[in-house]
């Protein structure tokens, strides 16, 4: 079992690295299967010349390789057997780490709205990617639904979308603000950059405002952000200062991104658009909007309107202040489950436990 020790070292070596200088990160891909596909040599966040599931999330078709996600940032790609597809663990000084619990989220010591956050679906991708709190890691994994590899029912997703570590939506107690539970992941995080970010690496980023989402009875937050090196950084200092159509365009993703069915690719043809290298994310995959198939959307929106850190003109936003307080907050409840802290009796808590101290897998 990790330490105390190891995880404080651990986030004050991200803290540094988010920042772009002086650390090296590496990240692991892990796969059970590649669902076929030629490899490139040279996968990365830039690449869209894909034309399988695994290469849509630089996994190469080899044992190893190397890659670079900008400046002072290296990754290294090693395939190993595991479960469920796709994976992505993360290494901390050759130590297999948690993205969860091992990354910091809040930068201690600082006044300002900025985070680190980790993009798990890059802006324009289209599978469903998310950390597993109950995995042994937290690695980040594409979901599997009755045998076949999830994508995005609506479209490719039109922002980095992604999660602040060290965050949880308990399950176990209501929301201060919503008044309900929560639904059991890290907070989520909407990231406004006008570049597509590197998947499974930390980000320092901005917090400009949050929305309270509540979907099929769970309060589901979404944080808004911006990367702190983002052009947009620069004039984005708050949730007023993004436009009002950018925001209402928000709303309505998050609101039928569930509900509206577009894909092509089902169970029965999947192997089809495999061998035909239709996996594009695009038109290949998705029909027009005006024919996608619709249903009752079971998405929810709290509204904070007359209440503090609402944002003025558009009750569905808290601005920053109010953000941060949330963020906050959810940091709390990580720490009851992570220390054991008021969760100890909790069913289910063992699990989460175990997950976030993987130690069989520093053990070869």
Not at 167 to 187: C, F, Q
Not at 197 to 213: H, N, S, W
Request: charged residues 20%; hydrophobic residues 30%; proline residues 5%.
């Amino acid at each position: 079992m990790k330490t105390t020790a190891l995880l404080l070292a651990s986030a004050a070596t991200l803290a540094t690295a988010a920042g772009h200088k002086g650390e090296t990160i590496h990240v692991q891909y892990d796969k059970s299967e590649c669902f076929g596909g030629n490899s490139d040599p040279h996968p990365g966040p830039d690449d869209k010349h894909h034309n399988s599931v695994c290469l849509q999330h630089w996994c190469p078709n080899r044992k190893s390789s190397q890659f670079q996600y900008g400046t002072d940032q290296t990754g290294v790609i090693g395939i190993l057997p595991s479960e469920g597809g796709f994976n992505s663990r993360l290494l901390i000084d050759g130590i297999s780490s948690s993205y969860w619990s091992d990354v910091v989220g809040l930068i201690q010591g600082s006044n300002t709205n900025e985070v680190n956050i980790v993009i798990e679906v890059p802006k324009g991708r289209c599978a469903k990617l998310e950390v597993s709190t109950k995995v042994a890691g937290n690695p980040i994994r594409q979901d599997v639904k009755n045998g076949m590899a999830r994508f995005y029912a609506k479209g490719p997703e039109p922002y980095n979308y992604g999660m602040i570590p060290q965050t949880w939506e308990s399950e176990y107690e209501n929301d201060p603000l919503t008044g309900r539970k929560g639904d059991r992941d890290p907070i989520d995080v909407v990231d406004l950059s006008s570049s597509t970010l590197p998947f499974g690496l930390p980000v320092r980023a901005k917090v400009l405002g949050i929305i309270g989402m509540v979907d099929d009875g769970e309060t589901d937050w979404k944080v808004i952000t911006v990367a702190a090196s983002d052009i947009n950084s620069e004039r984005w200092d708050d949730i007023g200062d993004v436009d009002p159509t950018t925001l209402a365009d928000i709303l309505l993703w998050l609101q039928t991104y569930k509900s509206t069915d577009c894909l092509k690719v089902n169970r029965d043809n999947i192997d089809e658009f495999i061998e035909e290298g239709k996996l594009d994310c695009g038109s290949n995959m998705y029909h027009p909007t005006s024919e996608c198939a619709v249903s009752e959307s079971e998405v929810e929106f709290e509204t904070f309107g007359g209440k503090p850190n609402a944002l003025a003109g558009n009750p569905y936003f808290m601005d920053k202040t109010g953000a941060m307080k949330v963020i906050r907050q959810t940091h709390d409840f990580w720490s009851k489950l992570q220390f054991t802290l008021g969760y100890a009796h909790q069913p289910g808590v063992g699990e989460y436990h175990a997950a976030m101290h993987p130690s069989s897998l520093n053990q070869t």
